[in-house]
């Protein structure tokens, strides 16, 4: 591969949006794909690179193909569905880069089939929000059988994140990732419920933000999500409440599906997919704190 790869981006979103940018900014020829009719066109036409609607012209000529799609099932269907599907239209040897959280047998299952096509699955999921995407400091965690095909997307990789970690074969990167977010989402949950019950006996949320935060309490959330979308009121962090617990449950099924008692994923798992349900499609992630609370009769708001 020359060092201008060509890339078909699928999933223009939040997070495909600032990252396909990067790689055009990087020089790489990048042709990008979405589900929503026009969005495509008007993003490439934005960043200055192509476009393409049908899945032959989005496949003529690349090289590596990257989904930042909403889970395993997008990613399937841009893969494989019979009208829209692009791996019949991909010559043997092009490398799929699942950036997506999806689920890890689910990717397991996708790469065998790929393989008898020719086609090299990574997944490679993303930790950091929408500003670390826009960097290009996003962490990586990758999940590959393919050593080659992993140096092959490297240079790739370098332009989005800022460590590229190898945490084993196909699968693992988003075992790993689905691991990470639900301790991050158990930890915004039992936050939300600690600023509840405090504010209910007397004190100050901003103020309780600022001890914990400074404290053994001390998590991701505390030094950014609370002070800056909860306590505000903002709830935009650009992460959507549907997301997080889709991979807070990808996490609590890994568990379940390898027979290990895992009581607080579950229950975790299961409040944030109530929060979801209840917020609606494109609610922030960080309105669920607000939504917990209320239920106990306790508004956050200052
Ligand atoms: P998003 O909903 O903003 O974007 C997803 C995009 O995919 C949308 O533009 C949608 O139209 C498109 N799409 C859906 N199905 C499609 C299909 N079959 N073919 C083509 N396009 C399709 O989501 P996002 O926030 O950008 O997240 C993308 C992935 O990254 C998710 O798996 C998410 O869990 C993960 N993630 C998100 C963040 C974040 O802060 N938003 C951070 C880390 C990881």
């Known amino acids: 591969m020359s060092t201008r790869a060509r890339i078909a981006f699928i999933g223009i979103g939040n997070m495909g949006t600032p990252m396909a940018a990067n790689l055009v900014a990087a020089g790489h020829d990048v042709r990008l794909h979405d589900a929503r009719p026009g969005h495509a066109a008007a ?7 192509s476009h393409a609607d049908s899945p032959a012209q989005l496949a003529e ?10 889970d395993d099932a997008a990613v399937r269907r841009a893969m494989l569905d019979e009208a829209s599907g692009l791996a019949s239209h991909l010559a043997p040897g092009t490398i799929l880069l699942d950036m997506s959280s999806s689920a890890p ?6 790469g065998a089939e790929l393989a008898l096509r020719g086609i090299v699955m990574i997944d490679a999921p993303v930790s950091g929000l929408v500003p670390r995407a826009r960097e290009g400091t996003l962490t990586i965690m990758v999940g590959c059988d393919d050593p080659n095909a992993l140096e092959t997307v490297r240079p790739v990789l370098e332009v989005l994140g800022e460590r590229i970690i190898p945490v084993g074969g196909l699968g693992c990167g988003h075992a790993m990732k689905a691991l990470n ?3 991050a989402a158990t930890c915004f949950a039992i936050t939300a419920e ?3 019950t405090g504010k209910a006996f007397g004190l100050d949320p901003a103020r309780m933000i600022e001890v914990i935060d400074s404290s053994s309490g001390r998590n991701f959330h505390t030094a950014t999500s609370f002070p800056n979308e909860v306590l505000t009121g903002r709830e935009a962090s650009g992460f959507t409440a549907a997301l997080l617990a889709k991979d807070a449950g990808i996490a609590a099924e890994l568990a379940r599906s390898l027979e290990l008692p895992a009581p607080l994923a579950t229950a975790s798992a299961r409040q944030w997919r109530a929060a979801a349900d209840a917020l609606g499609a494109g609610a922030d992630n960080t309105a669920a704190a607000r939504f917990w609370a209320s239920a106990g009769g306790v508004d956050l708001a200052p």
């Open 181 to 183: 977010n639900i301790v």
């Open 105 to 110: 047998e689910a990717t397991r299952t996708l």
């Open 61 to 70: 000529g690349r090289e590596i193909v990257i989904t930042m799609l909403p």
């Open 43 to 49: 993003q490439a036409a934005a960043m200055g690179c």
């Open 194 to 196: 600690a600023l509840m």
